[in-house]
């Protein structure tokens, strides 16, 4: 197994068809038809079916694809590193992002990339915390962040900062007050959840009061923007950080209270794969990305409490 029959195989399997992975790589379509099949004796197992209308990975494919995803990020990774310095940041880099850090910095991270970084390619994968990790898991994104992950010996982790968790909801359903209110009293509304799982556990990592939640919510979505809208009709509350609602709060179109008996927050970390070792890319963009979020913090934005060391003045300066 070699590079070009890696780059060659991730080829088909991502175009699905012999002519037009030729055609995306320039080269002859029975040179790539060779190579196949040489990686497919190789290794004692067919990678594709071959169908009339193109080549349908196999089981076997589909592992293949996630080792040759990664093993060709490293290496490119590894060129970029030997050929420039820091001084010269360059290359494709992808992060993932879930909803509250991509309403918290992707706008101020992506001025930042166009402002300072004018030879790095950054592409922004943003979802539900738990399709973050798994992005991660399979080398779609080179960083991410996410919340409340559970232990993971492919992954290494770094804590980056803690949030509380409010009722949020319209005043006409959770009270005009300000003051707290209790679990008890949350789990006796009408509450809108993520489906449970990942994404559910990233906003409370507390089985136990997880599932009670989960006993009386009638509604639960996989659909951030539906929970925004259902607690906008009136439909229920949720539970959730500032930042995930920071604008409707802003215009009062909703209210948030804070929670006890227990106290409930969220903790963010940062996170990249142990067989990917960072680089100068990596370092710059996991650097930024931190230096961003403090910013808001600091300015009082994003209510939480970072849990990461200081920034360097070099790092300050390149955030802009």
Sequence with gaps: MDVRQLTYFLAVYEHGNLSHAASHLAVAQSAISHHIANLENDLGTRLFLRKPRGMEATAAGHRLHRHARAILQAIRAAEHDMLHDARDIAGEFAVGLPYSVMKGIGVALMQAILADY???????????????????????????????????????????????????????????????????????????????????????????????????????????????????AGLGCTIAPQVF?????????????????????????????????????????????????????????????????????AARSSSG
């Design 118 to 232: 004018p030879k790095v390619r950054l592409s922004i994968v943003e979802g539900l915390s738990g399709n973050t990790h798994a992005a991660l898991l399979s080398s779609e994104v080179d960083l991410a962040l996410f919340y409340n992950p559970q232990k993971d010996r492919h992954v290494t982790i770094e804590p980056v900062l803690e949030e509380a968790v409010l009722c949020v909801g319209r005043a006409d359903v959770i009270g005009a007050s300000d003051d707290p209110i209790t679990f008890e009293e949350l789990s006796r509304l009408p509450v809108l959840l993520l489906r449970h799982g990942a994404s559910s556990r990233a906003l409370i990592d507390r089985p136990g009061l997880l599932n009670r939640l989960e006993a009386n919510a009638r509604l639960q979505l996989n659909s951030v923007s539906g929970i925004t809208n259902g607690m906008l």
């Design 245 to 313: 609602v920071r604008e409707q709060l802003q215009a009062a179109t909703l209210h948030a209270r804070p929670i006890t008996d227990p106290h409930l927050s969220r903790r963010l970390f940062l996170g990249h794969r142990r067989d990917h070792p960072p680089n100068r890319l990596f370092e710059a963009i996991k650097q930024l990305i931190l230096t961003l979020i403090g910013q808001e913090v600091r300015s009082g934005r994003w209510q939480a409490e970072v849990q990461f060391p200081g920034q360097s003045p």
